[in-house]
């Protein structure tokens, strides 16, 4: 570790936090309905979009029709996509003549895109056309993260309203989001990439002599429109298969720096809309603090194992001394890939600049850990944020239970009902990682996948369906993936960790949005200072803890101890 690093780190994360307010202001504007600097251009496009769609703007929808309307809304998505996975040989724009997707292969990719998860069972430039590129999985990176800011939006408006049976408008919300703050933003940053180096062109590949003489052929494509969208929208599925390790993903530092930047601005300056939506801007700085201990404790532990090196290849006579730089680029060196790997699974994102199954025991660990975490640090865009609130709920009624008093929060007494629908909820992801590893751990068609034996394979087994059912999307990259298990099992995952989880968060909503707000009296419990942050990070760490440390010690932990003691499997 160096001083340098250090400050590369600290710049990144001062960067965010200028941008929290102004932007999270902004997006408070967007979902209130109110005039922003750009509605004199985007107003009448909106207007007609409602016209044409036979959408009433005016007309809200309780918590079961704006749940049904994100069902069907991802239904039919997840159907246009499989129909242009599997018919891309007689669609256009496909210069390289690829072939359609097997059918197993088109179901987890198309589940992996609606569900904003972007797992990628294929290589991209080897697999798909330009056209299944842009119109199939560029507008899903569009819509999907739309959809989670939506949610986010209606659960906020729950706690934020009183004695009402209604949450907004979906169809409304989603079409915001994505006027209003995807598409400008997503514009703005493409542009910066192509500026930087990233491809943006409809030709299918260059050719160029080598220094040895021979031809090589290089892939092309409209790169940096989906690498800009990938990232703001934390969908983090690459254009090419390793993702932000290639050049024309990320060719130097800047992009890299860019592309960090990207996937957290958005999901970290929602944490703030909430709080200026709720009339309560202390309490959005309460999440957001809970939300960077974590993830700034992921960045350093990453940081300090992969700088610290491997014993075993020491041992063998390798210089130690730039610490592990196995499956790393030399341009971002380790704070910066550190940086990255934290940064994407504390989000779902699930981009990668370097290969996380070449981490150490401990490297490889922190990330696999923060995405058991529940992905809300600060997680995905929308999703994050409707997860952490469910937390939060799960927080303020330990503090109830400590002093006999109903729990509150922002005014609202947290009962029965929503507890039931919070465990539910919460229970999702270590039934999907746990249930799914066990069975494939146990059956030798599965296994036959994973590249190492021992632990790491285990460890890249419970990978995979961690960042299946967390919509992460990152892999360790030993695991064969593409066979008919894993492509089903893992899209199963993926559809229980987006679906299973919201539909109880949006019974809280309702649940919460019927309740009268109450002022808060002597006895209330607050909830936007300091002690309310530490129960917060306690309660996550507890759950993360109690579920899925057995199998992390079976795994990452296991060859972190054996490369201590110099040994391998």
Known sequence: MTMIGWLQIAIFFLAVLITVKPLGLYMARVFSGERTA????????EADLYRLSGISPGKEQGWLAYTVSMLVFSLTGFATLYAILRLQAYLPLNPQGFAGMAP????????????????????????LSHFSQMAGLTVQNFLSAATGMALAVALTRALARSKVSTLGNFWVDMTRATLYVLLPLAFVVA????????PQTLDASVTATTLEGASQTISLGPVASQEAIKQLGTNGGGFFNVNAAHPFENPTAFSNYLNIFAMLSISAALVYTFGELVGNRRQGWAIISAMAVLL??????????E???????????????????????????QAMTALYAAVTTGLSDGGVNGMHGSFTGLGGLAPMFLMQLGEVLPGGVGSGLYGM????????????LMVGRTPEFLGKKIEGREMKYAMLAVLVLPLAILGFTAISAMLPFAVASIGTPGPHGLSEILYAYTSTAGNNGSAFGGLTGNTVWYNTTLGIAMLLGRFAYVVPVMAIAGSLAAKVKVPPSSGTFPTDGPLFVGLLIGIILILGGLQFFPALALGPIVEHLAMLAGQTF
Do not use: H
């Open 296 to 305: 700034i404790a992921g960045v350093a532990t990453v940081y300090w194992a």
């Open 38 to 45: 750009l509605s004199p251009v985007l107003e009448r496009l």
């Open 104 to 127: 197993d292969l088109a179901f987890n990719t198309a589940v992996s895109f609606v569900t904003n998860t972007n797992w990628q069972n294929y290589g991209g430039e080897t697999t």
């Open 307 to 333: 700088a610290a090196g491997n014993p075993i290849l020491t041992a063998l006579g390798v210089d130690g001394s730039a610490g592990n730089m196995e499956g790393k680029e030399v341009r971002f060196g």
């Open 389 to 400: 609130l469910v937390f939060a709920l799960l927080a303020v009624f330990v503090s109830g």
């Open 191 to 198: 542009l910066a990439f192509v500026a930087m180096g990233l």
